[in-house]
Each structure stands twice: as C-alpha cells, then as structure tokens.
Nanobody, 128 residues
Framework: QVQLVESGGGLVQAGGSLRLSCAASGRTFSSYPMGWFRQAPGKEREFVAAMRYGGGTTYYADSVKGRFTISRDNAKNTVYLQMNSLKPEDTAVYYC?????????????????????WGAGTQVTVSS
C-alpha cells in the first residue's frame, strides 16, 4: 500500500507563494500519475494539477494555469506543488493523490475517482 503525507500549507497574503510537498512511502510510484486536489468548505473536492508517466505530461485546472506548477522528485518519492500569485479563492485543504497503475486517458489523472490513495490534506489559507 501507499501512504501519502502532505506538508507546506499555511497562511499567506494574496499575491504570495507557497510550496506544498507530498511524501510517499510503501510502494514505488515514480512512473505513475500523481495529483493534487483541493476542497473548500461546502464544496466538492476539485482537481488542481497532476503529472503523468515520467513527469513529462502535466495537467492543470483552468483556475490555476500560469500560477501553479507541479513537479516531482522520484529519488525522494515526493511530488510538489509550487503555488504563486495566490488568491483568496485558492483557500482550501489541499490533498495529494496517487494512482500506482498506468493512466490511459486524461480522465485517469484529472478525476478524483481514478486515484487510489490520498493524503490527509494540508490547509492553505490566503488572506485578502
């Protein structure tokens, strides 16, 4: 099984930056998809960013394109989410997700139902 632990969340002013980290253990997943999702109070968990096989293909929600960047360090089994130009609308609990099996479509990396493992989440709060 895979265990995921997020870190790096916190309070930041609008326009600021944060880098989230997700450390994975229990199973090698370097060649499989990893993603970030977020959930604000009263809302469904939504897709934020993901990286497919080999890290060569990335996906972003329209709301974060140009501001967020997903990356991974396979040697450390860690995936990152660099968040710049943060807005109050970005306030949410951010979750790391892993899919330790191949992806065959974009939906396999952008839909939360396609992921098998989840971290407990880290809170990101952006003040206006």
């Amino acid at each position: 099984q895979v265990q995921l632990v997020e870190s790096g969340g916190g309070l930041v002013q609008a326009g600021g930056s944060l880098r989230l980290s997700c450390a994975a253990s229990g199973r090698t997943f370097s060649s499989y998809p990893m993603g970030w999702f977020r959930q604000a109070p009263g809302k469904e968990r939504e897709f934020v960013a993901a990286m497919r096989y080999g890290g060569g293909t990335t996906y972003y929600a329209d709301s974060v394109k140009g501001r967020f960047t997903i990356s991974r360090d396979n040697a450390k089994n860690t995936v990152y989410l660099q968040m710049n130009s943060l807005k109050p609308e970005d306030t949410a609990v951010y979750y790391c997700a892993a899919r330790p099996r191949p992806a065959y479509s974009d939906a396999d990396v952008t839909s939360r139902s396609r992921y098998d493992y989840w971290g407990a989440g880290t809170q990101v709060t952006v003040s206006s």
